[in-house]
């Protein structure tokens, strides 16, 4: 406290950097999410010259002054740049945004930012909810609680499943090439990836391990819209070693024999009782010494971090009602259910998964 002419004023100290990300955080997630939502780092990826706010306003319909609003806050995210042409400013993308949020660029992250902007974005919304009841929050959010979320809402029409898949695909695909390097799965020839998706991690699987055959299982919506993600020869040339089939991992009369089954990213969306079933489904298709690899983010011991796997445990309270878990609480669970972990592998922190490698007692 310091005083001007006799009247004590109260000095506040600065904001520090991680308060200020806070409050700013969701803020420009929305504003950027928005962007991506309405096109607008397309739009600029496909014109042959820089904006102006009012043609972006006209291909988007859309009002002059909140637009222009839009365009500025993205200029101060850096993801455009804006320079004066006569009296006025024109608009283009920055390296960045052609890079990461344009759908043609292979590093795209729109399928994501599509998924987290319309599903958990809403979801996440009502957090408080989900701390105070332990629940999903699907009711909340959407006016619906669903059994099976996969079944009954990101899978129920093609639109959806469409946008479902695509936000799997992008949060996975450098994930699977870091843990298809990084796990040696060269005693295994025949390997089912159990509600595999759309084949990401099996397309990177199969080209760090051209002796084995991969079949990817999961829901009919899902694969039947797999042919979409199919990679070229060129970029994946032991493509033809991947095939899909409409499988249910609580049903094993549906799964196919394998040396080597795939959980990736499958643990964390379920409660304990359904992971306990999962489990005791892949262990009666294995052979005695056939492998599990288990694909999740690995909390610390601690439980201190890393923080992106302590977001997505509060991700899977609200959207799943599954969790997050340390290498010790998996391999307690495992061992309940009769496999060894034999590999453990974390990766970089920014990726959506690590790797255990597990083998049938
Ligand atoms: C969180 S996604 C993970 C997708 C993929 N493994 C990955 O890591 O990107 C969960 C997947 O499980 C599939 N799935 C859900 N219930 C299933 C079931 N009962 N049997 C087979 N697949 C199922 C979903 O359709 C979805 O593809």
Redesign the pocket.
Known sequence: MSEIKGNPVVESSPLPERVEKILDGFRESKATFAACDFGIFDKLNNSSSPQSAKEITEMLSSDLDATTRLLDTLVALEFLDKSKQGDQWLYKNTEIASKFLTTSSPDSQLGTISLFNKILYPLQGSLESAVLDGNIQWMKAFGKSPE????ET??STEEDSLR??KG??S??FSA?YAVAKAVDLSAFNNCC??????G??AYALCQYNPQMKITV???Q??VSLAHHFRPSVEDCPNQVNVSFMI?????PETLPKADLY?????L??WPEEKVELILDNVFNCLPSGGGLLI?EKILDEDKRGPKRALLESLTMLVA?GGKERTASEYKHILDKHGFIVTQIKQLDQSL??DAMLCIKK
């Open positions: 099976d979320i996969f079944r990101v899978n479902f898949n799997m695909h949060m996975a699977s990836d159990l509600g595999g998706g759309v990401t991690l299982c999961d829901l919506p899902v499988g249910d991992f609580f049903k795939v959980l990736s990213r499958i964390h969306d694909c799943t959506f998964m």
